[in-house]
């Protein structure tokens, strides 16, 4: 029977997103922002950051995945291209989490095709321990070293997603 340890509070998700989108805010004011949400995990990081960045940005999703299980399959499939024209444009992704980083470079390598004239990334975790492509995520919310992470839109074979808040689960 899998455990779950509490890792972070729903409470401190919460401060940290507000934190990071009056940072958001200020850095791109007067920029034509495009947040990109990274499905299917940053959905819900997504909502609650959106909603903390108080200026005019449209919002749209892509879908690429490597995962199965706990461990990445080091294919990338895009299950979803971007709707928005994004040429010229200012792009957030934003992702649940960043590990070995090759999914994202992937991702941002296709994004850079569609000529935008900036892209940065925003993740809910950064686990630098495990990178493995040279990646660099601008707005951080929480860094973990080690575990296999669940809750607050982060699963583990499509489950746990639901939690409000981080835990590590121990299988």
């Known amino acids: 029977m899998p455990e ?6 729903q409470q401190e998700i ?3 997103i507000r934190e990071i989108g009056q940072n958001i805010t200020r850095d ?13 995990g940053a959905f819900v990081f997504l909502a609650d ?6 200026i005019d940005h449209e919002i749209d999703l892509l879908g690429a995945s490597s995962y199965e299980g706990t461990s990445s399959t080091g294919q990338i499939v895009f299950t979803k ?5 994004l040429k010229g444009r200012d792009v957030l992704l934003v992702e649940d989490i960043v590990d070995t980083g090759r999914t ?3 991702t941002v390598e296709s994004m850079q095709l569609l000529n935008p004239r900036s892209i940065k990334i ?8 495990r990178r493995e492509a040279q990646i660099n995520v601008d707005y951080s919310c929480f860094c973990i070293d080690g575990g296999f992470i669940v809750g ?8 746990y997603r639901n939690l409000p808040a981080i835990f590590n689960l121990k299988l």
């Open 4 to 9: 779950l340890i509490p890792l972070i509070s």
């Open 14 to 16: 919460k401060e940290k």
């Open 28 to 40: 791109y004011k007067g920029l034509d922002l495009v947040v990109v949400g990274v499905l299917k």
């Open 49 to 54: 950051l959106v909603r903390q960045i108080s």
């Open 81 to 85: 291209r971007p709707d928005l024209e």
């Open 104 to 106: 994202l470079a992937k």
């Open 122 to 129: 925003c993740a809910l975790i950064d686990k630098t321990e």
């Open 152 to 159: 607050y839109g982060l699963d583990y074979n499509e489950k």
